[in-house]
């Protein structure tokens, strides 16, 4: 997967760039997470002391370093992000384009043309997706929120990881795995689709003359079923991970209440101390979310990615006759 990838960046010469993007841009989330639940935990704190200076400070503080975050994340993506994106991304359509016309007519009729057109208007964008900066934020956001979820209470945190670990574990085993093979599949029905359309429309005439129309509709038909049936599997798939929300996510926030009000009754754990470890998973279970997603478009988009290192990496014409 990372090689695919470096063989993209360094065709256009900017792996350090989107690195360095993604370095930008990884601590933000967590950042916000970190500010919520001190927010949380010193202003209830502060409430159940009946101390109104450390509310105000609180509020006041809270205030400067979400409007930091804030200014910060949108320089970045306006700045830096979005430009640097849009240079890269055309900078490959340009490459190839630029392969794709110097190969010879016979490679470039043994694909349809629906393929080629994938390749330039789908294929290209498959390598700047949100998917690899949200990966690298995700697993910011989980090592970060666990690491101060320990910090605050080790049982809390014991807790939260058994909920947590099986969420993971299955939305890679369940959906994961399958979805580069359904993208694949996917985006090769969406190219016989559009070659099928493509020869609906120029051989209108020619067919209307032979009496071939309900040929090629029935032709066009079919590719779109295909089309929609590859589709179909991957929302499939998809909804299968939205099922297991409710019964890691809800049931974790229902766990850990249930545990913690005996925690307080104690005087182990204050109210402000819970409203933070809630906090914290948040930045924990929403990061984990993110990363199983990210995951799975990373690997639906390898298949995109694998077709332009293919295609790439073709001889043309003027490298085999000198």
């Given at each position: 997967m990372f090689r695919e990838m470096s063989k993209?960046?360094?065709?256009?010469?900017?792996?350090?760039?989107?690195?360095?993007?993604?370095?930008?841009?990884?601590?933000?989330?967590?950042?916000?997470?970190?500010v919520n639940?001190?927010?949380?935990?010193?202003?209830?704190?502060?409430?159940?002391?009946?101390?109104?200076?450390?509310?105000?400070?609180?509020?006041?503080?809270?205030?400067?370093?979400s409007l930091c975050i804030f200014l910060y994340n949108g320089s970045v993506w306006s700045v830096y992000a979005a430009p640097l994106v849009t240079k890269m991304e055309g900078t490959l359509r340009i490459k190839l384009f630029r392969?794709?016309?110097?190969?010879?007519?016979?490679?470039?009729e043994a694909l349809p043309q629906g393929e080629w057109l994938t390749r330039l208007n789908i294929d290209v964008q498959m390598p700047f997706s949100e998917s690899w900066p949200?990966?690298?934020?995700?697993?910011?956001?989980?090592?970060?929120?666990?690491?101060?979820?320990?910090?605050?209470?080790?049982?809390?945190?014991?807790?939260?990881?058994?909920?947590v670990i099986p969420h993971i574990a299955f939305g890679q085993l369940l959906i994961a795995r399958a979805m580069p093979g359904l993208n694949k599949k996917s985006l090769a029905a969406m190219a016989q689709?559009?070659?099928?359309?493509?020869?609906?429309?120029?051989?209108?005439?020619?067919?209307?003359?032979?009496?071939g129309q309900e040929y090629f509709m029935k032709r066009f038909e079919k590719s779109?079923?295909?089309?929609?049936?590859?589709?179909?599997?991957?929302?499939?798939?998809?909804?299968?991970?939205?099922?297991?929300l409710p019964l890691f996510g809800l049931g974790g926030y229902l766990t850990l209440l249930i545990v913690s009000s005996g925690w307080i009754a104690e005087g182990r754990l204050t109210f402000g101390d819970l409203t933070a470890a809630f906090s914290y998973r948040g930045g924990v279970l929403p990061g984990?979310?993110?990363?199983?997603?990210?995951?799975?478009?990373?690997?639906?988009?390898?298949?995109?990615?694998?077709?332009?290192?293919v295609t790439l990496a073709e001889e043309t014409e003027e490298s085999i006759y000198g």
């Open positions: 993209i960046l360094k065709t256009i010469n900017s792996g350090w760039r989107f690195v360095f993007l993604i370095l930008l841009r990884s601590p933000v989330n967590i950042a916000m997470t970190f639940a001190f927010f949380l935990q010193q202003a209830f704190n502060g409430i159940m002391q009946n101390n109104s200076r450390q509310l105000i400070n609180t509020c006041v503080i809270f205030g400067i370093a392969k794709i016309s110097s190969l010879s007519y016979e490679k470039i949200h990966t690298a934020v995700a697993v910011v956001n989980i090592c970060v929120s666990l690491y101060l979820l320990w910090c605050l209470d080790t049982a809390v945190f014991g807790w939260i990881l058994l909920f689709n559009t070659d099928e359309l493509t020869t609906l429309v120029t051989c209108a005439d020619v067919a209307a003359l032979y009496d779109s079923r295909d089309l929609l049936q590859a589709n179909m599997k991957m929302h499939a798939r998809n909804a299968l991970g939205t099922g297991i984990a979310l993110m990363l199983i997603n990210s995951l799975i478009s990373i690997q639906a988009g390898m298949a995109g990615i694998r077709r332009l290192n």
